[in-house]
T-cell receptor, first 113, second 115 residues
Framework: QQQVKQSPQSLIVQKGGIPIINCAYE??????FPWYQQFPGKGPALLIA?????SEKKEGRFTISFNKSAKQFSLHIMDSQPGDSATYFC????????????FGPGTRLSVLP | ETGVTQTPRHLVMGMTNKKSLKCEQH?????MYWYKQSAKKPLELMFV???????ENNSVPSRFSPECPNSSHLFLHLHTLQPEDSALYLC??????????????FGQGTRLTVV
């Protein structure tokens, strides 16, 4: 119940394509869902996050879609660029003093020029 | 830079060695974390220090020992490690508040190789 499932494991798209990464969770106590982007040799960095009271959040080319009833959320990258090539992690957290960040296993995205 | 600094960036140690990883955060946060990142596995939360209270993952072996002398510094003491402990060790910090979005800021990690 503590797991966050993420798919696909890897993804290759052409420049300008719209990669979509999906995550699913079981624990209904989770109430904060961030996405992290990690480049090789770097730590993960927060990309965008959503709470379950909204169904969609957009920041620049990055959009999170959230389906509370299905306990699923996804990341869409519009007009993807080679610089977006990285590993993306979804995560979930319960509202108890910022602890218990549970991460998905990650998706390695490659955007071809 | 995220405001979370880890040293060293790379570490090679023998199984009989004792070493320590250091993390320092300059963000004024009150919670700090150690994560282990192994190939093809989810980030694994090892230890949390939040509001000066320690929470640990019970599956972490005792050869890993954390220390948090104050809210800005976090150490991970290592002794008699095994080759399977080779991984990227990430430190993170956040501001622990009950009703706020407490994102985690990560350091760049220490790449540990146990030989």
């Amino acid at each position: 119940q503590q797991q966050v499932k993420q798919s696909p494991q890897s993804l290759i798209v052409q420049k300008g394509g719209i990669p979509i990464i999906n995550c699913a969770y079981e624990n209904t106590a989770f109430d904060y869902f961030p996405w992290y982007q990690q480049f090789p040799g770097k730590g993960p960095a927060l990309l965008i996050a959503i709470r379950p009271d909204v169904s969609e959040k957009k920041e620049g080319r990055f959009t999170i879609s959230f389906n509370k009833s299905a306990k699923q959320f996804s990341l869409h990258i519009m007009d993807s660029q080679p610089g977006d090539s990285a590993t993306y992690f979804c995560a979930a957290r319960k509202s108890n003093y910022g602890q218990n960040f549970v991460f998905g296993p990650g998706t390695r995205l490659s955007v071809l020029p | 830079e995220t405001g979370v600094t880890q040293t060293p960036r790379h570490l090679v140690m023998g199984m009989t060695n004792k070493k320590s990883l250091k993390c320092e955060q300059h963000l004024g946060h009150n919670a700090m974390y150690w994560y282990k990142q192994s190939a093809k596995k989810p980030l694994e939360l090892m230890f949390v220090y939040s509001l000066e209270e320690r929470v640990e993952n019970n599956s972490v072996p005792s050869r890993f020992s954390p220390e948090c002398p104050n809210s800005s510094h976090l150490f991970l003491h290592l002794h008699t490690l095994q080759p399977e402990d080779s991984a990227l060790y990430l430190c993170a910090s956040s501001q622990a508040r009950r009703e706020a979005d407490t994102e985690a800021f990560f350091g760049q990690g220490t790449r540990l190789t146990v030989v």
